[in-house]
Structure formats: structure tokens, C-alpha cells
């Protein structure tokens, strides 16, 4: 089992778009939030902001789901540590994507509901649950949305056309910090998450604990390749951490399947030829797995 269970980029982009046909053109008919708070506390017009308005359309931001409203406003979601989203019509869980929870014996944990009209006419609701509690839900004027606390910070996609190795050095700068944990800061490129991190530098044959400022022009070309490969591979699979998700018949997102280097501590390296084996240090607090023979 993965030693990370927080819902990473692939895991958000498949509920984004699970979600996108279900949710575009809905309109909300009511919204209710149980007793307890989550990370941040509910803006004091969410529900005015909501009831009575449609969703144009659902994206992502890094690793928030932003759907947009047809009153100039975006409803943000962060699933932190365990958040998990499911539709429900007519007391059945709606499978999306050919992702589904069961909530049953978890509904204590359901802490916003959203109840909506499809276009079709169709009753579901939108059920947001959340064990830990580490999750948002907010409100940002769409136009000005990245300004918000949540974006304004936040660095390239690392999905998008424009981030090459070029960016992701001038990013960098003259940072000394371990590569693995330079990876992981927001600033210099969103979402990749520890599991990918791990993935993109085994195949880059880069070491973790590489100063960031030590790449290469080649190099960081090359990572920021395997870093796009890897991620649409996940994506494709359905993600890797969904501890949380499951597929309609239960079983998890199919990339935790094709690992190279995390979590496979004290396995063979699978580079070819190399004749290295799989180790697990601690960086940041993180688990970092790697080959230290064929990762330089």
C-alpha cells in the first residue's frame, strides 16, 4: 500500500473530469454544511453565493477543483488529506468516471451537501466527505480568482505546454535545496506531489538529494519530460493514491500497479542494467524512495 494517501494531481484531474458532465449546466437547488469546521471556515455568503445558480464548468488548479458559477463566482475545492467527492441520485451513489465511495457507515463524515437539478431534469446530489477535516471549500470571484489566497502563490502547471526545462531552472534560481524537495514547492511548479516527484527522478536517473541549482540544461529538459509522461500515465490510469477512491468495483487507481521507484524500498532498480536496489530515505518529512546506484 502506498505510504501516501493525499489525493494527488492524476487523482483531482480524474474527479475533475468525472465530474464536468454531471455538474456543467446544473443548477443548485439547496446546500446544507454539518456542525463541524473544516480547514478554513465557510465564507459568510456561501450559501447565498450558491442556491439558486448553475455550474458552467469544472477545471483544475494545481491540485483544487475549480467549478465555475453563472453569477461571476468559482467554487473552490481542496480535498486535503482524505477528502473525497460523490454523487448520489435517488439514494444511489452515481458512479463517475467509473469512480464511486460508499458512504453508508462514512456519512458522519459528509460535511457539505449540494443538491442540484441536472439539465435533464434529474435530482442528484453533490456530497463532499472528509474524515480529517484538512479540506476547503470556498469562494473567489472568477475573474479575479487567481489572485486568491489559494492561487496567487502557486507556480506553472507542470501539465501545460509552457513549463520546459528552461522555466523550471529559471524557477529554481540559485536554490540549493534538495532537487526532490525543490519538486515539491509550490512556487516553482505545482502539484507533481511526493509519489510523482519519486517517479520523474527515477527516470531521469537524477538523485533526490541533488542540489536544485546543479541541474544541467539537459537535465532538467529530460525531468521535465518524464515529469509530463508520468503524470498523464497516472492520469490515463486513474491516479495511484486513492486509498480514499475506488473504482465502482472496489479496486484502487491502477498506476500504484506500475511504479518504479516508490514504495518498492528493497526492490531490484528496474533500470535497465543497472544492477542497484531501491532505497527510502526522509526528506521534509516525506518519504523518498530512489535507486542510489543509477541516480547520480
Not at 526532490?180 to 527522478?201: F, T
Amino acid at each position: 500500500m502506498p505510504c501516501s494517501i493525499m489525493p494527488e494531481l492524476p487523482e483531482v484531474e480524474t474527479v475533475v473530469r468525472g465530474l464536468q458532465p454531471f455538474l456543467s449546466g446544473a443548477k443548485i437547488a439547496n446546500v446544507s454544511t454539518s456542525q463541524h469546521k473544516l480547514r478554513f471556515p465557510y465564507p459568510d455568503d456561501f450559501m447565498q453565493c450558491l442556491i439558486g445558480f448553475r455550474f458552467l464548468n469544472v477545471g483544475r488548479r494545481a491540485k483544487y477543483i475549480v467549478a465555475d458559477l453563472d453569477n461571476e463566482n468559482s467554487l473552490i475545492i481542496h480535498l486535503g488529506m482524505s477528502g473525497r467527492i460523490s454523487l448520489v441520485g435517488n439514494g444511489q451513489t452515481i458512479s463517475f468516471d467509473d469512480y464511486a465511495y460508499q458512504t453508508g457507515a462514512m456519512s458522519k463524515h459528509d460535511h457539505v451537501t449540494i443538491d442540484l437539478i441536472g439539465t435533464g431534469g434529474d435530482e442528484f446530489s453533490l456530497i463532499y466527505n472528509d474524515p480529517r477535516r484538512f479540506g476547503l471549500l470556498d469562494l473567489a470571484r472568477t475573474d479575479k480568482i487567481h489572485k486568491s489566497r489559494h492561487f496567487a502563490h502557486l507556480g506553472p502547471e507542470p501539465l501545460d505546454d509552457e513549463f520546459t526545462g528552461a522555466v523550471l531552472q529559471s524557477k529554481i534560481g540559485k536554490r540549493v535545496t534538495p532537487i526532490k524537495l525543490a519538486l515539491l514547492n509550490q512556487e516553482i511548479v505545482v502539484g507533481l506531489g511526493n509519489i510523482y516527484v519519486c517517479e520523474a527522478l527515477h527516470m531521469a536517473h537524477i538523485h533526490p538529494n541533488r542540489h536544485a541549482n546543479s541541474l544541467s540544461v539537459n537535465e532538467a529538459a529530460l525531468l521535465v519530460a518524464n515529469s509530463k509522461q508520468i503524470l498523464r500515465a497516472a492520469i490515463a490510469a486513474g491516479g495511484s493514491t486513492l486509498k480514499d477512491f475506488a473504482h465502482a468495483d472496489g479496486t484502487l487507481g491502477g498506476f500504484q500497479n506500475e511504479f518504479l521507484a516508490y514504495d518498492q524500498t528493497g526492490k531490484p532498480c528496474p533500470s535497465p542494467k543497472c544492477k542497484g536496489i531501491i532505497e527510502r530515505i526522509i526528506q521534509g518529512g516525506r518519504s523518498t524512495f530512489f535507486c542510489g546506484k543509477c541516480q547520480k
